[in-house]
């Protein structure tokens, strides 16, 4: 299983790729492409899915009879990394060509240096019938941001402060002529540099995935914070089938941003989603309600494994490791949703699944991150846990996380979609097989 979640990331470059795979696995499973421009006409038994601003997309499976309440995942599709900006080739000391980039999102700066990097994204091309879409990967090994040497640079090892506008730009090329990158990227994709007109570019990793260790247990790649749960969660949702309520699974981009865009948790998206989908099956507003309150989510993005050489930055009590199972997520001031409610429910799913279940909890000094359920729960409010995966250096370019977990993360979310959680009462449920 890990050499296909690894295959995955090689095909996901840019969150738009990620995306990209994904609707390949749903069309491969079986599902349906919708567009939110449309009307929806869908039926019992029909698997679907739409994208937004194609970073996004929900997928989702409506059972053949019987309709009750929606059990949903979600995860994110974007990385921490730099964009390159609107104009971004720039002559340096006269003799070299290199590219003007930002920050997206919170990573460790001083991973981007000394390996190398390559672009992809998305480019926005004027064609005979209007304008379109193209997603672009150069593929290749095209930049690299250089450390500078040490002679030049004594306090390097002594906590030195990277400033990314002057310490982490990418050199590109020889020469003084601007204008190649956009030819390369316009060859790169099948048109005409003068035809793009708009774009959204970012660098990534070009570095492949790793299996390693004694025995194995462990791999590094770029990106697994959120890919490992985005690809075990739509695997999970494509090999499972729906039974009495409605399975979602939906990748939400953003979220190292603050998901506070029209395709991130923080938009009408999901919300817009389960709606229709209820409209569609013919239920009113009032039973529309009724049923996304009865509903049940599992906001999947990853946990940090304990550092082996900094176990003093962790709750004693409460560490998570590697190839250990499924992590829950818990914060006494709810940066995650995880309750005493949600938590039973998802722990009883993974006991009864034989799957090994862990909790995080930071030390109570030490502030950590948040993520996307409470955001999501602000459009469409339900029961949510916070689960993810360990892993070791988080929003490092180049992660690392354990081999087991992978299928433990695809078996606890194949059972979650198949047990049916019936809300009886507020605070009251049962697990139907």
């Not at 494994?305 to 004693?316: G, I, L, Q």
Request: hydrophobic share 40%; net charge negative; aromatic share 8%.
């Amino acid at each position: 299983m890990i050499q296909h979640f690894l295959s995955f990331i090689n095909e996901s470059p840019s969150a738009f790729h990620s995306v990209q795979a994904l609707c390949g696995m749903l069309n491969e499973a079986g599902f349906t492409a919708l567009n939110e421009n449309d009307d929806w006409h869908i039926e019992p038994g029909q698997r679907c899915y739409v994208t937004r601003n194609r970073s996004s997309v929900i997928a989702f499976e409506v059972p053949a009879c019987g309709l009750s309440h929606f059990q949903i995942v979600s995860s994110h599709s974007d990385s921490p990394v730099f964009k390159l900006k609107q104009n971004t080739e720039d002559v340096a000391c006269g003799r070299f060509i290199r590219l003007n980039t930002e920050r997206y999102g919170g990573m460790i700066m001083s991973t981007w240096f000394d390996r190398p990097l390559s672009i992809a994204g998305r480019v926005i091309v004027k064609t005979e019938n209007g304008y379109e879409t193209r997603l672009v990967d150069l593929g290749r090994d095209a930049v690299m941001i250089p450390n500078m040497p040490i002679h030049f640079n004594r306090e390097v090892n002594d906590g030195y402060k990277y400033n990314p506008q002057v310490d982490l730009l990418p050199l590109y090329a020889e020469g003084s002529e601007t204008g190649r990158l956009m030819a390369e990227v316009a060859e790169a994709c099948g048109v005409k540099a003068e035809d793009i007109v708009g774009s959204d570019l970012f660098l990534y990793n070009r570095m492949g995935g790793s299996v390693w260790g004694a025995d194995n247990a462990f791999f590094s790649c770029p990106r697994i914070d959120d890919l490992e749960c985005a690809w075990t969660s739509m695997k999970a949702l494509c090999d499972t089938r729906a039974e009495g309520h409605i399975n979602v699974c939906a990748v939400f981009d953003n979220e190292e941003v603050g998901s506070g865009t029209k395709q991130g948790a923080d938009s009408t998206f999901l919300a817009d989603v389960l709606s229709r989908v209820c409209a569609a099956l013919g239920a009113t507003d009032s039973q529309t309600r009724a049923l996304i309150a009865r509903s049940f989510m599992a906001s999947a993005d990853n946990a940090n494994d304990v550092h082996t050489n900094h176990p003093e930055k962790y709750d004693a009590q409460n560490r998570t490791f590697m190839n250990g199972g499924v992590v829950i997520k818990h914060n006494a001031n709810q940066k995650y949703t995880t309750d005493g409610v949600s938590c039973a429910i998802f722990g009883q799913i993974c006991e009864r699944a034989g799957v090994p279940v862990q909790h995080f909890v930071n030390r109570s000094d030490i502030l950590g991150g948040s993520t996307l359920g409470n955001i999501a729960n602000t459009h469409a409010s339900m029961n949510t846990v916070d689960i993810g995966l360990p892993q070791l250096a988080m929003h490092s370019s180049y992660e690392t996380a354990g081999v087991k977990d992978v299928a433990h993360m695809v078996n606890a979310l194949s059972a979650f979609y198949r047990t049916s959680i019936v809300m009886t009462g507020d605070g009251m449920f049962q697990l139907v097989d």
